[in-house]
């Protein structure tokens, strides 16, 4: 038996999950996570390149915010038992209701690109825990 399907154990990892999630978007990390885009650019360019040429920092800040919510769509998916499609539109809602509030009142700024890559992100954390969950496996 594998551990994502012991409710307990993925309960306890998503509730660490949004409380360093609800720490990385509240904090004041901007400057700290641009820095981090531009030294994954430098990296997969100069370093190890296998980068393609139109990649730009920009591109890995999309990158690491489809990351960010990988865990999300998975968790949403394998503790509450919602289907991919609920985890994605839960994903893509937590992701604007973020954006509207660094936007309002954090001094970040808030993008709807931020909204489609960390919806994006749910959707394959949400299809990757269904197809490991006995109850997807079922269907």
């Not at 004041?28 to 641009?34: Q, S």
């Not at 296998?50 to 919510?69: C, I, K, Q, R």
């Amino acid at each position: 038996m594998g551990w994502w399907r012991d409710r307990r154990v993925v309960a306890g990892l998503g509730a660490a999950y949004l409380l360093v999630l609800a720490l990385l978007v509240a904090g004041p990390w901007g400057w700290a996570l641009n820095r981090l885009t531009v030294r994954l650019y430098v990296f997969f360019r100069e370093d190890w390149p296998v980068a393609p040429g139109w990649a730009l920092p920009e591109h890995y800040g999309y990158l690491l915010n489809v990351v960010l919510f990988v865990p999300l769509g998975a968790f949403v998916v394998l503790v509450w038992r919602w289907p991919w499609w609920w985890a994605t539109c839960a994903g893509v809602l937590a992701s604007a209701a973020i954006e509207g509030v660094q936007w309002l009142w954090l001094a970040r700024d808030g993008d709807w690109l931020d909204v489609v890559a960390n919806g994006l992100g749910a959707l394959l954390g949400a299809v990757a825990a269904a197809v490991v969950s006995p109850r997807g496996r079922r269907r």
